[in-house]
């Protein structure tokens, strides 16, 4: 009798587009370069500057470098001009922005590295603040388009709270009108700085575009020394990492991402007819789901007809001969 059961042998291959950090190989270059130099340097000879996502990461670098007093570069900067604005509706945003929004002389500067939030200084122009610091500030109300000068000093988190709870955000500056209304507003107050709704993330992005919580700074470090230190170099003594002048030559670690192929044989057997195109689509729609759902992204599936199967274990051979499903 014969048998309505196929086996299927699935090849599954494909490279993985995102790694995990323990697929990246290290190097430590031995070249005096500055940051962006060293950046180049990497992108062209490997992937990229490293990130250090972990203690272990940490530690392997530190262990293939000379033990010398010297500081390398790693892929983590300080991005003074990744500004956001917190009522993040795209809407919002439309046209340049630039005309008017002006920075304060010698502002962003991010002191003592610790200027993540902005404020309106003498009412016209932006300076970055520590987010902690407490100042009045400007809520925007969407339902009745105005702004809400709040005169209580709060932090920039706490003020950002005030203004979504009892209004829409703390404010943007959308337009050369918006930024006259805000004026306005602001006339006859007296306040030195007031809150806007402007921040950035201290420390992020890494070189390679990915995010790291893991920190290993010296004492004291970061601290932005003379305002010039935004790109950050690991001490060859001690593995401990301070922020340094961008433009200053040193040694510096690049990592290469390692692609892996994966080929993943699989066996299915059926009452179904295999050899349907309906039925192979809607296996290979369950695969791909399941793939996708799984983090893996760059992979291939491909059938291919092969003699069918009987579930006779005299013609073994089929095992091997029966549908092929391939990835
Ligand atoms: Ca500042």
Redesign the pocket.
Known sequence: MEETSLLLILLVSGGLSTLPPHSREYHFVNQLMNWTEAQSYCREHFTDLVTIYNSNINQLLFSMSPRINDWAWTGLYNDRYSWKWSMERKLFYVGSTHEFLIW?N??????YAN?YCVALQGQTQM???PCGDSYPFLCYNAQNTSYILVMESRSWSAAQSYCRTYHTDLTSIRSKEEKSNITLTLNGSGVQYVWIGLYRDPWAPWSDNTTSTFTNWKISEPNNYGSTQYCVTMNLMAGIWSDSGCELRYNFFCFTAVTKQTVVKMKLQSEADMHSTEIQQQVSQQLSGLMLSEGLTDFRIRWRKVQSYRDDQSKKQDVDGGCKTEF
């Not at 010698?106 to 002191?111: E, I, K, L, S, V």
């Open positions: 304060a010698g502002q962003p500067d991010c002191a200027e300076d970055d603040r």
